[in-house]
T-cell receptor, first 113, second 115 residues
C-alpha cells in the first residue's frame, strides 16, 4: 500500500467551479501536510501547508485536514485555466523523520475555459 | 532570481558511465535533497543532507551516492549508470528544522537518459 494516495485524474472542471483534490495517507503518526503545484515541464512549488485538523484558507485555496480519517484535501474556488497543473500531496511521516516528506503521485487538474 | 540551480537540464549517458549531477542553492539553507520523479510513481527521495558533510539515505539510495562539501552545493553521483536510472532528477533545499524543513524550494530539474 502506498503511503500517500492520490487519484491521478485528470480532474476536469469548468472555469469558475470549485476543484476538490483529495489525498489519503497511511501513517497515523504523520505530523504535517503540504500541497505542491507542478506545471507541466516545471518543478513543484509549495502552495499550502496544514498542521492541525480543520480548514486553512489562503486566497482561493483551502486546505482541509482530518487526522482521524487520515485525509487531506485541497479546494480551489473560482478555478481558472491557469490552475491547470498537477497537484502533489506531501506528508511528513513523523518526528523522527522531520526532514522526510513522502509525496503522492499527484492529481492532474484541467480547468476548461 | 534563481535560488536552486541544477547544472544540467538534459543529459544523455551510456550504461556504465559515471554521472555527476550538481546542485547549488543561494539561500543559505541547511537542508538539501535529491529526488527522482517518474510517471505514476511521483517524487521519491534518494538522499538528503542536513549539514555540510552529513548525509542520510532516503527511500531509494541504491545505485546513488552524494557529496556535500560546502553548504550551498549538493552533488548526486551515479557510480555506474543503468537504464533504470533514466528519470527526472530534482534537487531541493529547505531551511532549518521542524516545519521549515518541509518547505522545499526545487531546482528546475535534470532529465537524465541512460542508453
Amino acid at each position: 500500500q502506498k503511503e500517500v494516495e492520490q487519484n491521478s485524474g485528470p480532474l476536469s472542471v469548468p472555469e469558475g467551479a470549485i476543484a476538490s483534490l483529495n489525498c489519503t495517507y497511511s501513517d497515523r503518526g504523520s505530523q504535517s501536510f503540504f500541497w505542491y503545484r507542478q506545471y507541466s515541464g516545471k518543478s513543484p512549488e509549495l502552495i499550502m501547508s496544514i498542521y492541525s485538523n480543520g480548514d486553512k484558507e489562503d486566497g482561493r485555496f483551502t486546505a482541509q485536514l482530518n487526522k482521524a480519517s487520515q485525509y487531506v484535501s485541497l479546494l480551489i474556488r473560482d478555478s481558472q485555466p491557469s490552475d491547470s497543473a498537477t497537484y502533489l500531496c506531501a506528508v511528513n511521516i513523523g518526528v523522527d523523520s522531520s526532514y522526510k516528506l513522502i509525496f503522492g503521485s499527484g492529481t492532474r487538474l484541467l480547468v476548461r475555459p | 532570481d534563481v535560488k536552486v540551480t541544477q547544472s544540467s537540464r538534459y543529459l544523455v549517458k551510456r550504461t556504465g558511465e559515471k554521472v555527476f549531477l550538481e546542485c547549488v542553492q543561494d539561500m543559505d539553507h541547511e537542508n538539501m535533497f535529491w529526488y527522482r520523479q517518474d510517471p505514476g510513481l511521483g517524487l521519491r527521495l534518494i538522499y538528503f543532507s542536513y549539514d555540510v558533510k552529513m548525509k542520510e539515505k532516503g527511500d531509494i539510495p541504491e545505485g546513488y551516492s552524494v557529496s556535500r562539501e560546502k553548504k550551498e552545493r549538493f552533488s548526486l553521483i551515479l557510480e555506474s549508470a543503468s537504464t533504470n536510472q533514466t528519470s527526472m532528477y530534482l534537487c531541493a533545499s529547505s531551511v532549518g528544522l521542524a516545519d521549515g524543513a518541509n518547505v522545499l524550494t526545487f531546482g528546475a530539474g535534470s532529465r537524465l537518459t541512460v542508453l
